[in-house]
Antibody
Framework: EVQLVESGGGLVQPGGSLRLSCAAS????????MSWVRQAPGKGLEWVSG????????YYGDSVRGRFTISRDNSKNTLYLEMNSLRAEDTAKYYC????????????WGQGTLVTVSS | DIQLTQSPSFLSASVGDRVTITCRAS??????LAWYQQKPGKAPKLLIY???TLQSGVPSRFSGSGSGTEFTLTISSLQPEDFASYYC?????????FGQGTRLEIK
C-alpha cells in the first residue's frame, strides 16, 4: 500500500523559512515523479513544484520560483520542500503527491501538513 | 500558463440526479486532463485521467469526456458519498494547473 506522510509544517513569520518532508513507502520511490500541491484555507488546489524520478529534474510554479526548492533523497524514500522568504499568501496545507503514468497525474496523496505564515 | 475554468462553481442536487461539470481550457490540451474528488479535510482522490479513463476502483457512475479545450465530468446517478468538491487538472506542460473547483451539495 502506498503511503505518503508529510511533516515539517508549522507557524513561521513572514520572511522566514521552513523545510517540509514527505516520507514515502509502498512503492519504488526513485521510479516516480513527485510533486508538492498546496491548498490555502477554503480555496482550491495549486501545484507548487515537481521533481522527476531518477534524474531529479525540477519544476516550479510561478508564485514560488526562486523562493522554494524541491529535492529528493531516493536512498531515504523522502521528498523535501525548502521554503524561503515565506509570505502570508503561502499559508496553506501542503500535500505531497505521487506521479502516475504521467509526471503530474497524481494517484496517491499524503494527508498534508499545514504551513501558517503570520506575525 | 494554461487556465482552466470550471462551471458551475457550485451545484445543488439530489440523490439519484444526473449531474455534469464542465472544464474549459484556455488552449488546446489534447486529452491531458484529469478529474479529482475532494471531501472536507481529506486529500484529493483521482477519479478520471486522459479525459475519459476511469481510475481503478472508481464507480462506473462517474464518466469523463472531451478533448482539446472542453471537457465534462458526469455522475449518472448521485449517491450520498458523491457530495464533495471536484477539480479538473491539465497535465499538458511542466506547469500543471487545476480548475477553481465545483462544490456539489445536497439539495
Amino acid at each position: 500500500e502506498v503511503q505518503l506522510v508529510e511533516s515539517g509544517g508549522g507557524l513561521v513569520q513572514p520572511g522566514g523559512s521552513l523545510r517540509l518532508s514527505c516520507a514515502a513507502s509502498g512503492f519504488t520511490f526513485g521510479n516516480y515523479a513527485m510533486s508538492w500541491v498546496r491548498q490555502a484555507p477554503g480555496k482550491g488546489l495549486e501545484w507548487v513544484s515537481g521533481i522527476s524520478g531518477s534524474r531529479g529534474d525540477t519544476y516550479y510554479g510561478d508564485s514560488v520560483r526562486g523562493r522554494f526548492t524541491i529535492s529528493r533523497d531516493n536512498s531515504k524514500n523522502t521528498l523535501y520542500l525548502e521554503m524561503n522568504s515565506l509570505r502570508a499568501e503561502d499559508t496553506a496545507k501542503y500535500y505531497c503527491a505521487k506521479g502516475y503514468r504521467w509526471s503530474y497525474l497524481f494517484d496517491s496523496w499524503g494527508q498534508g501538513t499545514l504551513v501558517t505564515v503570520s506575525s | 500558463d494554461i487556465q482552466l475554468t470550471q462551471s458551475p462553481s457550485f451545484l445543488s442536487a439530489s440523490v439519484g440526479d444526473r449531474v455534469t461539470i464542465t472544464c474549459r481550457a484556455s488552449q488546446g490540451i489534447s486529452n491531458y486532463l484529469a478529474w479529482y474528488q475532494q471531501k472536507p479535510g481529506k486529500a484529493p482522490k483521482l477519479l478520471i485521467y486522459a479525459a475519459s479513463t476511469l481510475q481503478s476502483g472508481v464507480p462506473s457512475r462517474f464518466s469523463g469526456s472531451g478533448s482539446g479545450t472542453e471537457f465534462t465530468l458526469t455522475i449518472s446517478s448521485l449517491q450520498p458519498e458523491d457530495f464533495a468538491s471536484y477539480y479538473c487538472q491539465q497535465l499538458n506542460s511542466h506547469l500543471p494547473t487545476f480548475g477553481q473547483g465545483t462544490r456539489l451539495e445536497i439539495k
